[in-house]
């Protein structure tokens, strides 16, 4: 786990493409998706809304959990 978050602190900061599949299970309006890696990331999808599911986002990186990454939609 903590050999995955230190792979994955490279990506903090910044803006990655991510395809967004839908509301995350961690509920609080948060959307989920993957990255082209493969890598989860749960995003703030902003005025967006559940409208980005379906579709790819760009999603600037704030957070690198052990599972997953955390971020906003642009």
């Known amino acids: 786990d903590a050999m995955s978050a230190a792979a994955w602190s490279a990506d903090l900061g910044r ?6 599949e839908g ?7 948060q959307l989920t ?3 082209g890696a493969n890598r989860i990331v749960n995003l703030d999808p902003g005025p967006a809304g559940a409208d980005l599911a379906g579709r790819i986002a760009t ?3 704030s957070e690198v959990m052990p599972h997953c990454l955390k971020g906003r939609a642009v």
């Open 33 to 35: 998706g993957r990255t």
């Open 15 to 20: 803006r990655v493409e991510v395809l967004v």
């Open 59 to 61: 999603v600037e990186i």
């Open 23 to 29: 509301p995350s299970r961690t509920g609080r309006g």
